[in-house]
């Protein structure tokens, strides 16, 4: 009777009392340079309101300004809480200002930089036949303190670019988690870095592993590039939050889900610049 | 008798001289006793008259000075006060000395002995030796050992403990003797009970007076109905009293990893099986178990919160005992008694092993989704003590235990263009291997010295290995993953203990304690399902080498007949596998004023420093996590504690325990990654298997501050037929990491604002007892993240609202339970029936969310619980 108790759980519906819920404001943008501006605005919603859907937000006022010159940016909606401008694109090395004013809610603020490009020298390339993989040695020179994250990207006849990211900062940051899990599962037990902070002056030599898949359907050069992210420390402390997050199951009582990090004041979500480089591997 | 008056000396005066204050003014500072007679009797107008042959013949210099502004009288009561006399005055002006003799000085004697259980041989600790003319007492030590000095001749000497007749011998001492009183078990006593004649009234100076007594008053019963040790620590308030499989201790705001847990001076990292079925410790085993909630002596360092002290009995001297005793989830076999004829060597051993095996193929699986349930557990325990002599004393302690659950299921989906085959396989447990030999010695009656050196090792591995084939349309997919998680500690250690008895009120102690830990915390993970176990899957390189040194002295002493102090300080030396050293002084006090039998406060404070953590999942009754050393960039944690008690022994038995404490921590630890291997294992509902990259811990964690504070009380009924207690804490324990909330501080896991449990025993006759009792507590805290929001991934992020933001619903629990003894001819027999959870209240173990399979985007909340009301049975003969 003991171990039927024990191991056959009783479980029934719980209900939460938790007070009224405020849906916030989200602000998702990732800016670099030259690129166009884009940010999305959409509400929270409380996972346990059944049938809450999350809303997206296409009657805020959202502002770029750029804070060396106060030059103003006023961002155009374009639907499903969406607003861009193709006008003043981000410069390096430049502060920019977010301001969203949303019907009912306190103005929102968020600010961030565009950082420098930041160059890089292989130094060697070592390929493992027997658990297929390569691992290649970099050096960053870079004079200033600043966040990298980086990963090997594989251009083929059908992914020309990048097995995982599709050029779109959208999914940056997703690719990147996409080559973690590949890479840490290629090498069973290593534990693959390929993000630092860097202070100035140093440089970084760091071994990467990653599995190469030959593409033998096509005639097309299969061709591997290291590419570099110079973040803004903004950019790197959500990546670094967001990538805990995608490792822990969402909530139970055993289990605490990671808080995602959050420059958006008076809101959630995150506006940060970011630079890359891609630099082809050769052996 | 009466020597004689020997001169009178008669001087005449106008004042009368009792009233007169006397004034030197001679150029001497010191006179002999006829100049001050001569000096009296000229400036005072006094006779004194006096035997001159006694009193001038070797009296020394006397200080005048000191003498001044005394009346005559007075000034010749203390010239005379090494002499029986007696001063006798006649007016007008005659002072008469009649010297009986002079004054004996009694010579003492050091006597010392150890005191023994008459029928088994075993020490006593903690038992009162009295000299009853003098009003002296001293307390024996962890051996049995007591000195005390007595003056030459008869002397009455009388030895007390509780559930003890009192020994009472008249001793005749004229040189250093060596006693052993040895004690009668009183029959005639129930097993609960306390002598209130202020006799005894617990304090000792060989420990601190806050060590509480686990097996004096409590019967604190457990799940499986059983009584040991560390279910007894639940009665004491401030400790926290068990809720849905929970196991470990929580004590005064600390987690599970705080407490010092000792099994004959060796340190045991696990002391409970799987969700708190059993404690480790085998009753029969156990002689003696006390725990402290502060006021520690500077002897225990390296776990902030308690220090938990297990001494298993040496083995019956004079008689073979042997026990076996049968529940419905272990049997045990006990055995304990001299080897030899000449009782100097003895034994106690015994075994446990759960007997789960028949239940769980003919019963449980019908019940469980799994497909093949296993739940493994035994302890071994043992120790072999050999007597040189009544003073010398060499014992080697053994302890060996594992706990295994193995829960396997196999999940098949058929549809028309889709196929699942999933193999999940997941295992959890701990073993642990423990020796040590141990040397005490007695000597020269003031001295006692104590020697021991251990070894243990401690693993605990948990593995979850996952096997999918799918297949949809002519596509199939298969995946493998190996996920383990390793943490074992391997520890060599040495102790050197000093005991010095200055006198009778005052003990003084010191020692060294070295230890050498190595620790192995390891995450792994692979694509394909790694063979072996998980020991042998583990690097062994990635070993963390460490060694802890810690010095101390303490200091125990009575001042006056009321206030004791306890005084002591730890100096720890811990270096890193990364060779870093950290040096922490550890300081102790502890006073208590006794200014009645019935009545005592004490004050204590303590300062202690942890160096091993315990990264754990939130909240799980499971050994699932990594213990970890500092390292460079992991401090040691340090815990300031202050308290107080009131302790007063009221009418009729009735004795009530209030207590305050404040706690406060330094670098205090967060894991913030934790692998939540378990969390699939425990869910009913599907959930994605979590894959996590995290291995290097020391990546994951973040350190911050802790506080707690809190009022504790106790009423316990100690005799009579009807017995029992009522205990009860509120307590508020806060956490701030400057990465959680803010910086904003937020209650703990095990944060309890209240905590209570009440027992009633009734003895129905000799033979029959019943018992009732009740838990009640505030639920656990738990985070839980319900607003959801859009991300610039494809994936949708989750905020909580705070850490901890949520409590679980209080826990409470009734258990009856019924219990039987008879002692036959040849055997002794005894049967308790319980019955746990009386009213079925589905406690919750934990509570999880997950979607609607039809609609993905709404969540549901379910409560798991594990221990609805659950009948036990356990027998036992002894023969």
Redesign the interface.
């Known amino acids: 009777?003991?171990?039927?108790?024990?191991?056959?759980?009783?479980?029934?519906?719980?209900?939460?009392h938790?007070k009224e819920?405020v849906p916030?404001v989200?602000v998702?943008?990732?800016f670099t340079v030259n690129q166009p501006w884009n940010v999305?605005l959409?509400?929270?919603?409380?996972?346990?309101e059944?049938?809450?859907?999350?809303q997206y937000i296409d009657n805020a006022d959202v502002i770029v300004i750029e804070n060396f010159t106060g030059r103003r940016n006023h961002l155009k909606s374009i639907g499903d809480g969406n607003y861009t401008s193709e006008f003043y694109l981000a410069q390096p090395d430049r502060i920019y200002e977010l301001e969203v004013h949303v019907p009912g809610y306190d103005v929102i603020k968020a600010k961030s930089k565009s950082p420098k490009f930041s160059e890089v020298t292989i130094s060697n390339v070592v390929e493992s036949s027997e658990d297929k993989t390569t691992q290649v040695a970099f050096q960053i020179n870079d004079l200033n303190s600043n966040f990298y994250i980086w990963n090997l990207v594989v251009s083929t006849s059908s992914q020309p670019i990048d097995t995982f990211y599709k050029g779109s900062?959208?999914?940056?940051?997703?690719s990147i988690q996409g080559y973690?899990?590949l890479a840490?599962?290629?090498s069973?037990?290593t534990?693959p870095l390929n993000d630092a902070e860097a202070t100035g002056g140093d440089y970084i030599s760091k071994h990467i592993d990653f599995q190469v898949e030959e593409d033998t359907t096509t005639s097309h050069q299969t061709k591997r590039y290291l590419r570099l992210i110079t973040a803004s420390k903004e950019l790197y402390d959500y990546y670094k939050s967001?990538d805990?997050?995608?490792?822990?199951?969402?909530?139970?009582?055993?289990?605490?889900?990671?808080?995602?990090f959050t420059n958006v004041n008076g809101g959630?979500?995150?506006f940060a610049g970011f630079s890359e480089k891609y630099h082809e591997i050769t052996e | 008798m009466i020597l004689g008056l020997i001169s009178v000396i008669q001087v005449t005066g106008q004042k009368l001289p009792t009233d007169a204050k006397v004034t030197f003014d001679s150029q001497k500072s010191t006179l002999s006793f006829k100049d001050v007679v001569v000096y009296l009797e000229k400036n005072y107008d006094v006779i004194i008259s006096y035997n001159a042959n006694q009193l001038l013949s070797d009296y020394a210099p006397i200080d005048v000075f000191k003498l001044n502004g005394l009346t005559t009288e007075q000034v010749l009561n203390h010239l005379l006060e090494n002499y029986n006399h007696r001063l006798i005055f006649q007016k007008p002006n005659k002072y008469i000395i009649l010297i009986q003799g002079k004054k004996i000085v009694p010579e003492l004697i050091r006597i010392s002995g150890k005191i023994t259980e008459q029928l088994t041989g075993e020490s006593i600790e903690g038992a009162l030796v009295y000299d009853n003319d003098r009003q002296k007492s001293v307390v024996s030590n962890e051996e049995g050992y007591f000195t005390l000095e007595v003056p030459r001749g008869s002397v009455l000497l009388r030895v007390k403990y509780i559930g003890y007749k009192e020994w009472t011998s008249t001793v005749h001492v004229s040189s250093q003797i060596f006693l052993n009183p040895k004690l009668e078990v009183d029959n005639a006593l129930p097993l609960i009970t306390i002598s209130d004649d202020g006799f005894h009234h617990g304090i000792n100076l060989h420990n601190s007076g806050e060590i509480i007594q686990l097996y004096q008053y409590n019967e604190f019963r457990s799940v499986s109905g059983e009584i040991d040790p560390l279910n007894n620590t639940k009665v004491v308030p401030g400790i926290q009293s068990g809720g849905e499989g929970q196991s470990g201790l929580f004590v005064r705001g600390g987690n599970a990893s705080e407490n010092l847990i000792l099994l004959d001076g060796m340190k045991l990292y696990e002391p409970s099986h799987i969700g708190g079925i059993a404690s480790v410790f085998i009753n029969d085993m156990v002689k003696e178990a006390v725990i402290m909630k502060n006021g520690f002596p500077a002897r225990y360092s390296g776990h902030l919160s308690s220090v938990m002290d297990v001494t298993l009995k040496n083995g019956d001297k004079t008689n073979q005992k042997k026990t076996i005793g049968f529940g419905l989830a272990s049997g045990k076999i006990h055995a304990e008694g001299p080897i030899g004829s000449k009782g100097k060597t003895t034994y106690n051993v015994a075994l446990r092993s759960s007997i789960l095996k028949p239940y769980i193929d003919g019963v449980l699986k019908k019940y469980t989704k799994y497909d093949d349930i296993n739940i493994q557990y035994y302890d071994a325990i043992g120790k072999v003590t050999h007597s040189f002599k009544p003073t010398t004393q060499l014992s080697f302690s053994f302890y060996s235990g594992s706990d295994r659950l193995t829960l396997v299921k196999n999940d098949f989906f058929l549809s028309d263009n889709y196929i699942l085959d999933a193999y999940n396989r997941n295992t959890l447990g701990w073993k642990n291997t423990m020796f040590s030999l141990k040397f005490s010695h007695l000597l020269k009656e003031r001295w006692a010295i104590k020697g021991q050196a251990g070894y243990l090792k401690y693993s605990t591995d948990n593995r979850s290995s996952y096997n999918f084939e799918k297949t949809v349309l002519d596509t199939s997919y298969q995946n493998a993953l190996d996920v383990i998680s390793h943490s074992s500690i391997e520890e060599y250690s040495f102790k050197g203990d000093v005991e010095f008895y200055l006198n009778d009120r005052h003990i003084l102690r010191g020692g060294i304690h070295w230890s050498l830990p190595s620790l192995n915390p390891t995450i792994k993970q692979s694509l394909v399902i790694l063979e072996g176990n998980e020991a042998s899957i583990i690097d062994p390189d990635s070993v963390y080498r460490t060694s802890d040194v810690n010095v101390y002295f303490e200091d125990n002493f009575k001042l006056g007949q009321m206030l004791f102090i306890y005084g002591g300080m730890n100096i720890n030396f811990f270096k890193t596998a990364d060779n870093t050293t950290y040096q922490f002084l550890q300081p102790r006090l502890n006073l208590i004023y006794h200014p009645h039998s019935k009545h005592t406060i004490s004050l204590a404070y303590s300062r202690m420093n942890q160096n091993i953590h315990l990264l754990s999942n939130h909240g799980i009754g499971l050994p699932s996590g990594l213990w970890v050393p500092n390292t460079k960039n992991v401090k040691p944690e340090i815990a300031d504690q202050w308290s107080a008690n009131y302790n007063v022994h009221l009418i009729d038995a009735y004795h009530l325990s209030l207590g305050l404490y404040t706690k406060s921590y330094k670098n205090a630890i967060e894991f913030t990654a934790p692998t939540d291997l378990f969390y699939t294992l425990l869910q009913t509902v599907p959930t994605t298997t979590i894959f996590n990259q995290y291995k290097d811990w020391q990546k994951n964690i973040i350190f911050g501050a802790a506080a707690s504070k809190g009022i504790e009380a106790i009423l316990h009924k100690r005799s009579g037929a009807t017995q029992g207690w009522i205990s009860g804490a509120w307590t508020k324990t806060t956490r701030t990491f400057p990465e959680i909330d803010g910086g904003g501080s937020f209650p703990a896991t095990y944060d309890r604002t209240y905590d209570f449990n009440a027992s009633i025993i009734q003895s129905i006759s000799d033979k029959w007892t019943l018992q009732s009792q009740f838990v009640y507590a505030t639920g656990n805290t738990f985070s839980l993240a319900t607003e959801e929001y859009n991300s610039i991934l494809d994936v949708k992020l989750l905020k909580s609202d705070g850490r901890n933001n949520y409590r679980l619903p209080s826990y409470h629990t009734l258990t009856l339970s019924v219990h039987y003894k008879r002692d036959f001819k040849y055997f002794k027999f005894h049967f308790d029936a319980s019955i746990y959870n009386v009213y079925n209240r589905l406690n919750a173990y934990y509570i999880y969310i997950y979607r609607d399979v039809n609609n993905p985007d709404d969540y549901f909340l379910k409560k798991v619980s594990i221990l609805p009301i659950t009948p036990m049975l356990n027998f036992s003969l002894q023969f």
């Open positions: 009777m003991f171990l039927i108790s024990y191991l056959a759980s009783c479980e029934e519906d719980f209900v939460l938790k819920f916030s989200v998702n943008s990732v999305n959409s509400l929270s919603r409380d996972i346990l059944h049938g809450s859907m999350i900062p959208k999914e940056l940051i997703y973690n899990q840490g599962l290629a069973h037990f534990n967001v805990k997050f995608n490792q822990n199951p969402i909530g139970s009582s055993l289990t605490i889900t990671p808080e995602i959630l979500g995150i």
